[in-house]
């Protein structure tokens, strides 16, 4: 569901909601760009208007925030990924 906007959309914001998960782009974490979001246009004269801006916001799903608990079970379900790797590696060394 789209939520209200409370503060305008520019460029760099729209590269931190992707960059945080809120669009669905991706999962959380940075993400270093060789040319960040907007720097093309920028680099070749022509800044996004406010108009671009706005549409692509709007085109953009908008997320919310995964709960804590899907944080913590993904963490134990790595873990448990982790682990039966090491042992299949030993059963493997060990053989």
Same mark, same amino acid.
């Given at each position: 569901m789209a939520r209200p906007e409370p503060h305008p959309q520019t460029v760099d914001r729209l590269r931190a909601d992707i960059d945080s998960g809120l669009t669905g782009d991706k999962v959380p974490g940075s993400d270093p !760009?060789?040319?960040?979001?907007? /720097?093309? @246009? =920028? !680099?070749?004269?022509?800044?996004? /208007?406010? @108009? =671009?801006?706005?549409l692509e916001a709007r085109s953009r799903p908008r997320m919310d925030p995964a709960p804590e608990g899907s944080k913590r079970s993904a963490w134990i379900w790595g873990a448990g990924v982790v682990l039966v790797l090491l042992l299949v590696v030993g059963v493997f060394a060990a053989g």
């Open positions: !760009a060789a040319a960040p979001l907007g /720097t093309d @246009a =920028e !680099a070749g004269g022509a800044p996004p /208007t406010r @108009a =671009e801006i706005d």
